[in-house]
């Protein structure tokens, strides 16, 4: 057991340009959750997957970002023309069925210049 | 809607002094509680967590008891150490929320020798 992974632990882009970061949660874990975490601020919830099926997304995700778990393995999220306001941690996190635990990732830090 | 509050840091204590971060939360229903921490360049890790009322969670020493009374969730430790040093963050997840944490802002705690 590896532990949550993500990929690029840093990112720095443009404004206008588009990024992808992969996450790939703990082996078995059908719960897949985004969260994006800004400086002094705790991590808000972004979106989360149940296996392959997207099931919820929070109203912070606008239509420039979207999200993919085929599979129900590793999971992409995707942000399209990328604003400055989009500079944060983006966090990735799983958990087994029937658990109420969540397992973390290190996180993608994003800087948009 | 769910919040969490926590008190403001950070919080500088000298080596085996008491530790007490305060945690309170406003929810429907019937909420877990978690304290996370997260060391500096790393993830965030479940510390401990309490799934119904004065349930205590306990864990390297820290201790929290869900207080449904007084919708609170402190965290404590008797006598911290240099090693404690991070952000400290109280969460919770509601029964309909398909498992997705609502995180206070975090507290940091700097301990010094």
């Known amino acids: 057991d590896t532990g949550v992974s993500q990929d690029p632990r840093h990112k720095i882009t443009k404004r206008g340009q588009n990024v992808t970061f992969r996450c790939d949660p703990i082996?078995?874990?059908?719960?897949l959750y985004w969260y994006r975490q800004t400086l002094g601020q705790g991590p808000e919830f972004l979106t989360y997957?149940?296996?392959?099926?997207?099931?919820?997304k929070s109203r912070l995700l606008s239509d420039r970002f979207s999200a993919e778990r085929p599979k129900g393995s590793f999971s992409t999220l995707e942000i399209q023309r990328t604003e400055q306001g989009d500079s944060a941690m983006y966090l990735c996190?799983?958990?087994?069925?029937?658990?109420?635990?969540?397992?973390f990732g290190a996180g993608t830090r994003l800087s948009v210049l | 809607g769910n919040s969490v509050t926590q008190m403001e840091g950070p919080v500088t204590l000298s080596e085996e002094a008491f530790l007490t971060i305060n945690c309170t939360y406003t929810?429907?229903?019937?909420?877990?509680l978690f304290w996370y921490v997260q060391y500096p360049g790393e993830g965030l890790q479940l510390l401990l967590k309490?799934?119904?009322?004065?349930d205590k969670g306990s864990n390297k020493g820290f201790e929290a008891t869900y207080r449904k009374e007084t919708t609170s969730f402190h965290l404590e430790k008797g006598s911290v150490q240099v090693s404690d040093s991070a952000v400290y963050f109280c969460?919770?997840?509601?029964?309909?929320?398909?498992?997705?944490?609502?995180f206070g802002a975090g507290t940091q705690v700097v301990v010094t020798p």
């Open positions: 996190a799983s958990s087994p069925w029937g658990q109420n635990i969540q397992y």
């Open positions: 082996s078995e874990h059908n719960r």
């Open positions: 997957f149940q296996n392959e099926a997207q099931l919820e």
């Open positions: 929810a429907t229903g019937y909420p877990s």
């Open positions: 309490a799934t119904k009322a004065d």
């Open positions: 969460a919770l997840t509601s029964t309909d929320s398909w498992g997705k944490l609502q």
